[in-house]
């Protein structure tokens, strides 16, 4: 238990920017799984074959939705919810699977 007031202040805080950060990371792993499951769409409608070049369309939906998942991720990193090696992590695994070519 803290005794002065500044620590009880900070555990607060603490509780507070808890609560966010959660929120924040949360909206991240929901916008990850909609981008996974669209690349999974395409490649079970046909869509999206590897070795081949996906129509506009296909190729501007998916760019669209990793440049919004990315920027959450970069804008998670520099309000200080992620680590830069965590963003770096998470977005390489998201470029491998959206870009794959064997």
């Known amino acids: 238990m803290a005794n002065s ?3 009880k202040k900070r555990i607060k805080i603490n509780k507070r ?3 966010q950060n959660n929120t924040y990371k949360s909206l991240i792993k929901y916008y990850e799984k909609v981008h996974l499951n ?6 079970n409608s046909g869509d999206l074959i590897v070795g081949q070049s996906p129509s506009d ?3 501007k939906k998916l760019l669209a939705s990793l440049a919004l998942v990315v920027s959450r991720i970069d804008k998670a990193v520099k309000k200080k919810i992620f680590h830069k090696n965590t963003a770096i992590r998470k977005k390489n695994n998201l470029f491998k699977k959206t870009f794959k070519t064997s």
């Open 57 to 59: 369309s296909v190729k």
């Open 17 to 19: 920017n808890n609560i």
């Open 38 to 43: 669209l690349i999974n769409e395409y490649e």
């Open 5 to 7: 007031r500044s620590a």
